[in-house]
């Protein structure tokens, strides 16, 4: 795949000061000891040794993550003594009988005596905030983190034990790609680590890729790619090919920023990026959401969840038009506040890992009454400048592929997903149509009806047509009383059938698309009361409702198998329609 150019693994930007560098010489510096002050290769800020270390070797002055060892990454990661190290003896040969300018087994000496390490890589099981894991680590100070036969080995044996012992494993990048030295031998091991990660993710159990400076080439093409989620450090650098070839190839220079983690955010290719401090606290919050069991029915239900309201409320005299501006109504309740209200330790997820992160649509993982689930809606901004980032929630297609990546992980995992609907519509563009727009609605549809997790969808606001049907297909779906869902607006319907825009609210009328008259019409399950004046009067009042609503319905599906909620599901779609 690199053809004949040489290997990204020689054209990563050049590695940061090693860990105790010698500052350049100059009148304040040459009267510094060399083994107490770092140079940080980022701001060049002269760094007390100690405050380093104990900064976890991250630049107090700008905040640049300084590359670490494999065994340093491990003590920054897990409870402390929690590791015990598996395989640590596999070490290197020469199937090639490789020379450069010295022998592969020289060269592979001279490593082993620098860090002390046998080779590029370690593993071993650990517990994270008392969670167990499968922590392996790879070392760019080791051959620059290449991947030979070693460490694809250990790779492969730390996926291989998450499937036996179904613990999750994560998996700490730092590599400048396959090692030449080792030659197709090495190419291999990108097919036999994403193989291994393949029998994980069938058997439902999660891996979360650490993405750190750099990482490139056979690393990035393939296990530190496939992670269910995808975590940076930030301002790494992560790619294919490096820079140099890239700029040698398109002949032109690359943008600022360009390849760092901030970067693959915005493209959609990464999850989270996460300081160094940090990432203990979020690999706990992460594996909690799949160590727990689902908590078992009634348990979950109790505390403040209101009555079942099967029949309730009593329609209103609110005409149907009427209906259509409180969904709409510019101070009416959207996902990110309910979620902040509805669910503990919400964790928002990026990317659709293809092409950007489409901010009208937004997912994450999170705590509902103690039990983890998915969450994923349409967002609509507050105030225009948030509701032009967010395109007034309408999704391109890819927030559609980021809403089924995530709905996707949730059903390998085994965790119910909850959707929240509020959209006028999938945004009609030019850019839409480029990315089939049709095709990703289309697909939705198809993936979410064979989900085998329960699925509980709410209208939120705005159930605006196949737009809002894509993130739709649930085992229930209930409506907030003020919400209208409807397969094209009024006002369109009103252009089309009554040839006069004006006619919107007589339109609104005819097309049944009230909470109330879909409840009649077996489309919705629910509907969950509102305040007298709206939802938007009582916010936390109306998440209090929708919170009692979802745990209520949410505890009559956990019970059933996959099997059987599939089943279901289909008969519910299935038997839409009436005929003569
Ligand atoms: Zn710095």
Redesign the pocket.
């Known amino acids: 795949m690199q053809q004949a150019r040489p290997g990204p693994l020689e054209r990563v930007p050049p590695a940061g000061t090693p860990a105790v560098a010698v500052p350049p010489v100059m009148a304040r510096a040459a009267a510094l000891p060399a083994d107490r002050w770092t140079k940080?290769p980022?701001?060049?800020?002269f760094?007390y040794y100690k405050r380093l270390e104990k900064n976890l070797r991250v630049?107090p002055?700008?905040?640049?993550h300084f590359r670490v060892s494999a065994r340093e990454r491990v003590a920054f990661l897990v409870d402390a003594g929690s590791f015990v190290e598996r395989d640590a003896d596999l070490a290197p040969t020469d199937p090639l009988g490789f020379v450069d300018s010295k022998p592969y087994p020289v060269r592979i000496a001279e490593n082993q005596k620098k860090s002390g390490a046998k080779e590029a890589a370690i593993y071993g099981t650990a517990t994270i905030g008392g969670f167990p894991a499968i922590v392996c680590a790879l070392d760019f100070t080791f051959l620059g983190g290449s991947m030979g036969a070693v460490v694809g080995e250990k790779v492969t044996r730390a996926v291989e034990l998450g499937v036996e012992t179904r613990t999750p494993v994560i998996v700490s990048s730092s590599s400048g790609g396959a090692r030449m030295q080792e030659g197709t031998i090495s190419l291999m091991q990108m097919a036999k680590t994403s193989a291994a990660l393949g029998r994980l993710a069938e058997a439902g159990v999660p891996y979360f890729s650490l993405l750190t400076d750099p990482t490139y080439g056979g690393v990035s093409a393939s296990f530190a790619t496939l992670g269910d989620l995808i975590i940076a450090e930030p301002k790494v650098r992560v790619g294919f090919a490096g820079p140099q070839v890239i700029e040698q190839t398109i002949r032109q220079k690359l943008p600022e920023g360009f390849q760092t983690a901030e970067f693959l955010m915005d493209k959609g290719q990464i999850d989270l990026i996460i300081a160094r401090a940090e990432l203990p606290g979020t690999f706990r919050k992460l594996l909690n959401y799949h160590t727990r069991g689902a908590v078992s029915s009634g348990q979950s239900g109790g505390e403040s969840a209101p009555q079942p309201t099967a029949h309730s409320p009593q329609p209103t005299t609110r005409t149907a038009w009427e209906s259509v501006q409180l969904a709409r109504h510019p101070d009416r309740p959207n996902l990110l506040e309910y979620a902040a209200a509805i669910f503990d330790d919400f964790t928002e997820l990026h990317g659709d890992r293809n092409l950007r992160d489409d901010q009208a649509i937004v997912g994450g993982l999170g705590l509902l009454a103690g039990r983890p689930v998915m969450v994923v809606g349409h967002q609509k901004g507050r105030g225009t400048r948030e509701n032009i980032a967010r395109n007034f929630g309408m999704p391109h297609p890819e927030g559609y592929r980021k809403a089924l990546r995530l709905m996707q992980y949730a059903g390998r995992l085994g965790l119910p997903l909850i959707t929240l609907i509020d959209t006028p519509g999938a945004y009609p563009g030019l850019a839409a149509e480029e990315r089939n727009q049709s095709e990703a609605i289309a697909r939705n549809l198809m993936v979410m009806a064979r989900l085998p997790i329960p699925i509980v969808c709410t209208i939120i606001g705005e159930g605006g047509s196949g737009g809002a049907l894509a993130i739709g297909v649930g085992d229930r779906v209930l409506m907030l009383e003020n919400t209208v869902y409807s397969v094209i607006s009024p006002e369109g319907c009103a252009t089309i059938l009554f040839k006069d825009a004006a006619s919107a609210p007589r339109a609104a009328e005819m097309s049944r698309l009230t909470a109330h008259e879909l409840l009649r019409l077996g489309v919705a399950d629910d509907v969950i009361p509102e305040p007298q004046g709206g939802a938007h009067t009582d916010p936390e009042g109306t998440a209090a409702a929708l919170k009692g609503a979802l745990v209520r319905h949410l505890d009559s599906l956990v019970g059933l198998s996959g099997t059987e909620l599939v089943e279901r599901r289909y008969a519910r779609f299935r038997a839409f329609g009436s005929f003569a």
Do not use: D, K, L
């Not at 980022?42 to 800020?45: D, Q």
């Open positions: 940080c980022s701001c060049g800020a760094v630049c002055e700008c905040n640049y």
